[in-house]
T-cell receptor, first 116, second 115 residues
Framework: ETGVTQTPRHLVMGMTNKKSLKCEQH?????MYWYKQSAKKPLELMFV???????ENNSVPSRFSPECPNSSHLFLHLHTLQPEDSALYLC???????????????FGPGTRLTVT | DQQVKQNSPSLSVQEGRISILNCDYT??????FLWYKKYPAEGPTFLIS?????DKNEDGRFTVFLNKSAKHLSLHIVPSQPGDSAVYFC??????????????FGTGTRLQVFP
């Protein structure tokens, strides 16, 4: 596997279910991110992890719970979601700024989540 | 309030011609601007970036221009090819920690290049 992988690619869940999204990066990066893309809206940053430590929580509801056990893996645990949480969830990773240059983020293909 | 705006949801260009995608921003503290391309069923892929201290950056067929006084940037693709058909996202970058950035995205412009 290369790049950033995400599983599952599609997920349908009821409002009372608990599920988890998984992301794995094979790039040796130090930072990982969760983004949400709803219909007709821009990608929104949810969480940032740097060297396994959460450095940003963009006012995300507690029904979304991230976990970063190491720099290569990132999870998003979901529970008691609402239909408006249906969206494309994208994971990304980056090396971090080196010498002041731009910190390119590499994205996975996303998980299309539908909450019924 | 959206800090990064792409006001054209779609653009159609003939193969071989120039494609110009536009982006406006409101926060003068952004220090980098990036363009990403996204094909269906794939994640966005990085295309080109520009530092806020530059006004132009070129990479092959892709050139990004930055007008700081107007808070406007544009991506030029010359010549356009059918494989360039995708959704293009403009993003602006700020620090969230000592070495990681927060990207703020526009809503995207769908480019279609026809023969």
């Amino acid at each position: 596997e290369t790049g950033v992988t995400q599983t599952p690619r599609h997920l349908v869940m009821g409002m009372t279910n608990k599920k988890s999204l998984k992301c794995e990066q094979h790039l040796g990066h130090n930072a990982m991110y969760w983004y949400k893309q709803s219909a007709k809206k821009p990608l929104e940053l949810m969480f940032v992890y740097n060297f396994k430590e959460q450095t940003e929580n963009n006012s995300v509801p507690s029904r979304f719970s991230p976990e970063c056990p190491n720099s290569s893996h990132l999870f998003l645990h979901l529970h008691t979601l609402q239909p408006e949480d249906s969206a494309l969830y994208l994971c990304a990773s980056s090396q971090g700024r080196l010498g002041g240059s731009v910190d390119e983020q590499y994205f996975g293909p996303g998980t299309r989540l539908t909450v019924t | 309030d959206q800090q990064v705006k792409q006001n054209s949801p779609s653009l159609s260009v003939q193969e071989g011609r120039i494609s110009i995608l536009n982006c406006d921003y409101t926060n003068s503290m952004f220090d980098y601007f990036l363009w990403y391309k996204k094909y269906p069923a794939e994640g966005p892929t990085f295309l080109i970036s520009i530092s806020s201290i530059k006004d132009k950056n070129e990479d092959g067929r892709f050139t990004v221009f930055l007008n700081k006084s107007a808070k406007h940037l544009s991506l030029h693709i010359v010549p356009s090819q059918p494989g360039d058909s995708a959704v293009y996202f403009c993003a602006a970058s700020t620090h969230v920690s000592y070495n990681t950035d927060k990207l703020i995205f526009g809503t995207g412009t769908r480019l279609q290049v026809f023969p």
